[in-house]
């Protein structure tokens, strides 16, 4: 776990393609992490290294840019939070109609 930081930190530097050996290390650590990958992406986002990954996604090296991509898609993406419980897609409007309903 002590890795993560200095691993974050690379992700900063110009050199291609350490950047992506980088990458590539760090979408291992979080695919094998088990129960312990959200505490591994918390420490990720502390370093500052998901800021770092997400600007990364614009890359002009195609395979930082999928890369990238793939570690947010994969382990910290939030399509959970639109989604309700029961299902429904929540846009934090609220679903209450107006006490007089509706006039069109």
């Known amino acids: 776990m002590n890795v993560i930081p200095p691993f974050?930190?690379?992700?900063g530097i110009r050199d291609a393609?350490?950047?992506q050996v980088v990458l590539d290390g760090l979408n291992n650590i979080l695919k094998k992490a088990g129960n312990r990958t959200?505490?591994?992406c918390q420490k990720i986002e502390e370093c500052g290294g998901l800021d770092k990954i997400e600007h990364l996604q614009n890359h002009?090296?195609?395979e930082i840019y999928k890369l990238a991509y793939e570690i947010i898609d994969a382990f910290f993406s939030s399509e959970d939070d639109d989604v309700e419980q029961d299902g429904h897609f929540n846009d934090g409007q609220g679903?209450?109609?107006p006490a007089g309903g509706f006039n069109f």
């Open 8 to 11: 974050c930190s690379l992700l």
């Open 17 to 19: 393609q350490i950047v």
């Open 38 to 40: 959200e505490e591994i």
């Open 60 to 62: 002009e090296n195609e």
């Open 95 to 97: 679903g209450a109609q």
